[in-house]
């Protein structure tokens, strides 16, 4: 049960006090760290130095990480919540929803700043979206990285313990910074990116169905979200970001969409801030429901190792 108070613990962390200072944040320094190789990577541009990097970096920051846990051995509580801080780094809830929050704000007061607060979250040029796409944008942001910067790092914490979280967000990181698909990373971000699609197969699927699920709970439209994820979200380029994004789309009843890309979901209801509000509702009971849940399936599956043993 050790794991899962570290992992409540992270939750209570991240929840109250944020992201850590960027000077000693692990994934600024993961940043960082790959973006001085980032240059000797594109010179050789092919997808085996890309593979070797991303297998050389996971090596490199799960060490560091195991062994500056290991210094605290000498003390269980203070070893368990150093393991706790820095799993906390490793997922996002304050930053994801405050981020969503500000942009409601915005939409209301200003749209120039909202713009900006969004070209933050998205890849878009947001210069000249609306309103309406700029509130498409910011649910599209916040329900795909349910995924990436909550369920994803969590659900490996689980399995492998707080290495296993600091793996899922030095894959993230990998291809958040190389895995794009541009002339310059298409070669080098290939096994980031492909590494990064399997390891959010399942958790993106799991979120989808939590999604609709938190939609039963809150008296939204489940059975649409449930309809909307299965006709809709293989749309997206990523073979999982439309799992959360389409099941969102459904339960809110709104059509999200990006410009040349992917239109998800139907225009029942119009895009306006409220709809954010709604999405971040759907996005804290999503979240607490993964995390009960998960909880009780750890919980039940150690009771039967140990019952096994």
């Not at 973006?35 to 970096?57: E, P, Q, V």
């Not at 509702?281 to 039940?300: E, Q």
Request: proline fraction near 4%; charged fraction near 15%; include cysteine.
């Amino acid at each position: 049960m050790n794991i899962l108070f570290i992992i409540l613990v992270a939750i209570i962390i991240d929840i109250v006090f944020g992201e850590l200072p960027s000077q000693i944040h692990p994934v600024v320094m993961m940043g960082k760290f790959i973006d001085i190789f980032k240059g000797f990577l594109t010179k050789r541009n092919s997808k085996l130095a890309g593979a070797i990097f991303t297998i050389l970096m996971i090596v490199v920051f799960v060490t560091a990480f195991f062994l500056i846990i290991q210094l605290f051995t000498f003390n269980y509580l203070i070893y368990l919540l150093i393991s706790a801080i820095i799993l906390s780094t490793t997922f996002a809830i304050k930053v994801l929803l405050n981020s969503a929050e500000h942009i409601k704000n915005d939409l209301n007061q200003d749209i120039e700043t909202a713009r900006k607060s969004v070209s933050y979250l998205v890849s878009r040029d947001t210069s000249k979206l609306s309103n309406e796409e700029l509130v498409s944008a910011t649910v599209e942001s916040l329900t795909e990285n349910i995924t990436d910067s909550v369920v994803s790092p969590i659900f490996y914490t689980f399995i492998f313990g707080v290495l296993g979280g600091i793996t899922c967000r030095v894959i993230n990181t990998l291809d958040a910074m190389v895995g794009y698909k541009n002339p310059e990373n298409i070669k080098i971000g290939w096994f980031p990116a492909k590494l990064d699609d399997i390891m959010n197969y399942i958790p993106a699927r799991v979120t989808g169905i939590l999604v609709t699920l938190a939609a039963l709970l809150l008296r939204f439209d489940w059975k649409s979200s449930y309809t909307i994820m299965m006709r809709d979200a293989s749309k997206t380029p990523s073979p999982n970001s439309g799992y959360p994004m389409a099941a969102a789309a459904g339960a809110l009843g709104i059509k999200l969409k990006k410009i040349g890309c992917y239109e998800i979901g139907d225009s029942i209801n119009p895009l306006n801030p409220d709809k954010i509000t709604e999405a971040l509702l759907l996005t804290k009971i999503t979240i607490i429901l993964f995390v009960v849940l998960a909880s009780v399936v750890f919980g039940i599956f150690l009771t039967i190792a140990e019952l096994l043993i």
